[in-house]
């Protein structure tokens, strides 16, 4: 009787062991079950192109899948081999090679940033002893973005960029707020340049992506292009309009967001977070770096649950990773945009469950809305409205914003005029921050190029002019926050302008110098000889090389720059120049130096 009763006991334990088992897999098997109609809904109700979705439990991807099309006009669809931007997510992987460098003993997090790159200089003298290693990786350092600096200032030299910080203000002392700042990025991918001798991209490749076997993944747009499953980037015009987005190439800033790769290979990259810095047991980063690097290192705002989600609370940051709370779990995120893709990459650390979703789609909430649902279903939580919660948060807040935009009245002065000419406002303008753009004229409007930007000009009020992009023809309703406003110096002509481009800091300033026309050395005999101002009192112009310089004794010699015709600038003193006449034979008879204190004639001497 006995061993009949533990045999009934032991069938019944397996019984149940089977159904416990059985269930388990139906779970699993459930997890993705309706998701193709849920993410067809998702593409259709915000009007994306397309998008990956790849998601890892411990060492193994559990789901790979693309929607929509990598390219709309081609019909070409999205796999999760397709290669997309994934611009910011870049960061992590910066990040990674200092946790490299800090192992084998090259750099110290909290040792001044100076003492591995002394070239580098901020604003003041007291941010360039404070700020360290850290505060670089953090967001801390004081600086906000200054991103028109790098967006509209196009370069392909790094080192052009790193010169650029010394000029750009801070709007908090180091360490007091977070602030999201793009440059300090670079800055970490010239460190590992400098301490390795090897290229940031050399070094990524190297230490990540061969490791990895993240074999097409890449640096520049330029690859992108060239491969043979990219998608296509696109904007979204008009709430509904899809329009194809050209590449954008930030090669220079590439530290900060340049990378592009796929679903799958990104897969590798969470993977290998969500096991400590491990990869198929092989440490690719050290374990020590893991987890600091998400870990809170800077609080980035209040972070207080909201009425309707309680358990979503938490906002700080790690290196090169935001850290939050998600219904109770906790959330090691970074987010990415860059001209038309969006993305996300996150994993749950102590769940062992990664997600990345990579988009088409430009400043899309797409990637959030399908991250979301699926980490719902991966973490068996209670299913929530996501797709359908922020349609509703975002058609409030624009609805929000046209309302207040009705509201808001112009400060526009009506009839008013410009105090020059048109052709006077021409001439390149310069901050040693941001770089150098050029306003023209062509025929009765004035332009402003800088690198891939075009902007039109519309008169607003007095010297002030409102701009209007151009990359997809000239929209005057959609209006620009930016007022571009002329300066006069003393001697009366435009001198500088000034520009909001940074919340919380003056406007500003771009000093003006007027661009160089050509000329031929034959052309610039006639403008040699001596000039007389007074008896005993002489200036010479000459050429040397193949420019003319003046000389007047007591001064040094000066590089004359042809502007206009019989008019050169003095290159290296802003507001100054020389006025050649002639008489009607075209003979050089005398020169007017204009300078703001007034204007002084030399006659040429025979």
């Not at 870049?90 to 003492?115: N, W």
């Not at 050649?580 to 703001?596: A, N």
């Amino acid at each position: 009787m006995k061993k009949i009763i533990t045999l009934l006991f032991l069938c019944a334990n397996i019984f149940s062991f089977a159904q416990k088992k059985n269930k388990n897999i139906h779970v699993e098997e459930n997890r993705f079950a309706g998701l193709d109609t849920t993410f067809e809904k998702v593409l259709k109700d915000w009007h994306a192109a397309g998008f990956a979705v790849a998601v890892v439990e411990k060492n193994k991807v559990v789901y790979a899948k693309g929607f929509g099309y990598r390219d709309i006009e081609k019909k070409l669809p999205v796999t999760p081999n397709t290669l997309f931007a994934i611009g910011s997510c870049t960061k992590a992987f910066t990040a990674s090679q200092i946790g490299l460098l800090q192992k084998d003993g090259k750099i110290e997090y909290d040792k001044p940033v100076r003492d591995y790159l002394p070239e580098l200089k901020f604003y003041n003298d007291n941010m360039n002893n404070l700020i360290t290693v850290r505060d670089i990786m953090t967001h801390r350092t004081g600086l906000p973005r200054h991103d028109f600096s790098w967006y509209g200032f196009v370069t392909k030299s790094r080192d052009s960029l790193i010169k650029r910080i010394q000029f750009q203000e801070p709007t908090a002392p180091v360490r007091e707020k977070w602030q999201y700042n793009n440059f300090m990025f670079v800055v970490q991918g010239v460190i590992t340049e400098k301490l390795t001798k090897k290229s940031w991209e050399t070094n990524v490749k190297e230490n990540i992506f061969d490791k990895l076997e993240m074999k097409r993944s890449n640096f520049s747009v330029n690859v992108l292009a060239k491969d043979d499953d990219a998608a296509i980037g696109y904007d979204l015009k008009k709430d509904s309009i899809i329009k194809k987005s050209d590449y954008y190439n930030i090669d220079a800033m590439g530290p900060a967001g340049s990378i592009n790769s796929s679903v799958n290979e990104m897969a590798k990259w969470v993977t290998t977070w969500i096991n400590g810095g491990k990869y198929n047991n092989i440490e690719i980063l050290p374990a020590a770096y893991v987890t600091e690097a998400q870990s809170s290192q800077m609080v980035v705002g209040a972070g207080l649950p909201q009425k309707d989600h309680q358990d979503v609370h938490l906002s700080n940051y790690g290196f090169g990773w935001m850290i939050a709370s998600y219904r109770g779990h906790y959330r090691v995120e970074h987010g990415g945009n860059i001209d038309g893709f969006s993305a996300s990459t996150c994993f749950f650390p102590s769940d062992s469950i990664g997600i990345v979703v990579l988009s088409n789609q430009n400043g899309s909430a797409v990637p959030s809305v399908v991250r979301n649902i699926l980490t719902d279903r991966m973490l068996l939580l209670s299913s929530f409205p996501w797709n359908d919660s922020l349609r509703a948060a975002t058609t409030r807040a624009k609805a929000t914003a046209k309302e207040a935009e009705k509201k808001s009245s112009s400060n526009k002065k009506e009839n008013t005029k410009l105090s020059h000419p048109l052709k006077d406002y021409e001439g390149l303008y310069n901050h040693p921050g941001y770089g150098t753009f050029e306003i023209l004229l062509r025929n009765d409007s004035l332009f402003a190029i800088m690198g891939n930007e075009k902007w039109w000009l519309n008169h607003f009020h007095y010297d002030i002019f409102e701009p209007f992009d151009m990359k997809d023809g000239i929209d005057t309703s959609d209006k620009s926050p930016i007022r571009i406003q002329f300066l006069i110096n003393d001697a009366g002509e435009i001198s500088s302008l000034t520009m909001q481009l940074e919340a919380g800091l003056s406007p500003l300033k771009f000093t003006r110098k007027a661009k160089a026309k050509p000329i031929t050395v034959d052309e610039l005999k006639k403008y040699e000889g001596e000039y007389e101002f007074a008896p005993g009192a002489n200036a010479k112009v000459y050429i040397k090389g193949e420019k003319l310089f003046a000389f007047v004794a007591g001064q040094p010699e000066y590089e004359l720059v042809n502007i206009d015709t019989n008019k050169f600038a003095l290159k290296v003193l802003d507001g100054y120049a020389a006025k050649f006449e002639v008489d009607d034979k075209g003979i050089v008879t005398s020169v007017i130096f204009m300078q703001p204190n007034g204007n002084f004639t030399a006659t040429k001497k025979k």
